[in-house]
């Protein structure tokens, strides 16, 4: 009954096509997949058999297995979703422009050029790194001076070809307040009608680098902020405590890591305190 069903799908998909799956996710991104995930496994690598003119999903686990790295890389990006906006999760915003951002300032006052440093850990196509510099563009008034980088890094490179370019179609920047898209967007002419462009200003300041949370990193830091939002909800519990511990250690002390409104710390670390919501700060 079982295999008559499977036998009616576009592909064949197997039990132990998902086992196989499921077992390289977790060794190649730490990513989990619990066996309630396997349609939706089927449903996204679909698109992927189809233009490999694959039948069944044995002959695309066969693909993977030769070690092709190619293929390694699209098959973690189709079980990944890229969903993103900008300042979404606004609150996130409003307390780097409220609380972070002034304390830093503050601090720097006397220093001839401030350095300051965030991370968009997993920023997908760049809207929330994007969000980030402007924040800091309107907060601080000198930034001029400054020395302020944000690095924006992600697993998949074709959304990282999207996120630095900075063109939007017009209704992924509509959520944006007139006031920000007045200032920080131009609206793309010809080819480029119905888009939006995020202005060199914001877009100086983002570097965009392809960076795996599960693997070795080239930088040592350290940050003011990390923001690492709506990236660990595939990952198992062991690789989400090693992911904290690494970005404690890069962390400056009292720098602060923003987590998606779903992902909590809770049990997993105490080298961070709540200091508002899904907003920690290092302790240690
Ligand atoms: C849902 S998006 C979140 C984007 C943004 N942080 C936000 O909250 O709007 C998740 C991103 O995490 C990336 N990602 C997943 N696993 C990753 C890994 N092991 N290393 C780096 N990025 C990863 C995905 O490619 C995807 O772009």
Known sequence: MHVEMENNREFLYTEKDFKYL????????????????????????????????FKSYKQYCDRLKDGDEEELTNFINAITT????????????????????PELINNQDDVKQPRLRLWSAGCSSGEEPF????????????????DAKILASDLDLNILDIA???????????????????RWFSLGTGNNEGTGRVGNDIRQMV??????????????????????????????????????NRFANLLSDDGHLFVGHSESLFGLTDRFRSVGRTIHQKVC
């Open 82 to 101: 890229n969903v993103t906006s900008f300042f979404r999760e606004n609150h996130h915003f409003e307390f780097l422009e409220q609380n972070l951002l």
């Open 164 to 182: 630095s370019r900075g063109i939007y179609p017009l209704q992924r920047i509509q959520g944006v307040s007139l006031v920000r898209r007045k």
């Open 207 to 244: 570097t965009f680098r392809q960076l795996n949370l599960t693997a070795d990193w080239p930088m040592r830091g350290s940050f003011d902020a990390i923001f690492c939002r709506n990236v660990t909800i595939y990952f198992d519990k062991p690789t989400r405590i090693r992911l904290l």
């Open 131 to 146: 969000s980030m510099a402007m924040v800091l563009q309107e907060s601080i008034p000198d930034i001029k001076r400054w």
């Open 22 to 53: 499921a077992q390289l996710a977790g060794t190649r991104a730490g990513i989990s997949l619990s066996s309630s995930k396997r349609e939706l496994i089927y449903g996204r690598l679909a698109r992927r058999l189809r233009e490999l003119g």
